[in-house]
């Protein structure tokens, strides 16, 4: 006899966000040959994360990804391209270069973007420096994706630098990294919504409490539409305060249905491999 739909079991989390969702925030890494200065002696995360461990925390499926640059240096960014090259689910990498200096790209590889944080990632006039301009200018006329990693008082200067480079594709990574609904992330969130060249990351949110996530999002949702937001679930990173599936399940849960087929794929796509 077959199960009522009152006692079927839950579907895993990954069904959740539809048939084949992309995760757009990615790490892995190797200590045998990453520095990763930000990890301590002692962190839980000191150790190393490869996509077999990610099959593992995702059902045994290696999911369709993007690899994220963890470590400034460009000998990581050969590491994941290779990962790529061999790797059908990886879609892309986001690869560490210096955007201060003139940008020597690889050729014909599945980079799609470049992250490069401020040293100060509350200072909203780094974004705006001549030099990085230069090189955020240089990154888009290859076609590169540039994500932003910073704080909610940089955000103005986020904006500010959409402005400049206005055929920049602009990523914020995690939301902007905020604690809450805070005052600087709110107006800082509504400066950059009003650049069409930007979108937003949901990832790095797993350590917020459900009731900030959720009006976190919401009000992204307002300001950007589905069409400028994308998932990523920020792992293993996300794993100091959830699983990946848990991460994945709560972000489904507070989007509208009708944000699914954007968030979890479409906005990726469009803004990485347009």
């Known amino acids: ?42 962190h839980p995360l000191r150790r190393d994360f490869s996509l077999p461990d990610l099959t593992e925390a995702s059902d ?10 963890a470590d400034a240096d460009p000998l990581e960014v050969t590491d994941l391209l290779d990962l790529a090259a061999t790797t059908s689910s990886v879609l892309g990498v986001v690869g560490w270069f210096d955007l201060h200096s003139d940008l020597q790209l690889p050729a014909d590889s599945n ?10 990632q509350t200072d909203p006039d780094a974004l705006t420096d001549p030099a990085f301009v230069r090189g955020v200018r240089a990154a888009a006329d290859a076609g590169l994706a540039i994500d932003l990693l910073l704080r909610p008082p940089a955000l103005i200067g986020a904006a500010r630098l959409a402005t400049a480079v206005p055929d920049a594709r602009l990523v914020l990574d995690h939301l902007g990294n905020p604690s809450g609904p805070t005052a600087d992330w709110s107006t800082g969130m509504k400066a950059l919504a009003e650049a069409p060249n930007v979108t937003v990351k949901l990832s790095g949110t797993a350590h917020l409490p ?36 848990e991460a994945i399940r709560r972000t489904t849960e507070l989007l509208p249905a009708a944000a699914h087929n954007d968030v979890f794929r479409g906005t990726a796509e469009r803004t990485y491999r347009p």
């Open 210 to 245: 459900s009731g900030d996530l959720a009006e976190l999002i919401a009000v992204t949702l307002d300001l950007f539409g589905s069409d400028r937001v994308m998932f990523g679930s920020d792992w293993p990173v996300c794993t100091l305060s959830s699983s990946r599936a």
């Open 111 to 120: 980079l799609v973007g470049i992250r490069c944080p401020p040293a100060d």
């Open 1 to 42: 006899m077959t199960d009522s739909p009152d006692n079927r079991p839950p579907p895993p989390a990954d069904a959740l966000a539809g048939p084949d969702p992309l995760d757009a925030h990615v790490h892995v890494w190797d200590l045998a040959r990453r520095q990763l200065p930000w990890l301590l002696a002692g």
């Open 60 to 69: 045994g499926r290696l999911p369709d990804t993007i690899l994220v640059q």
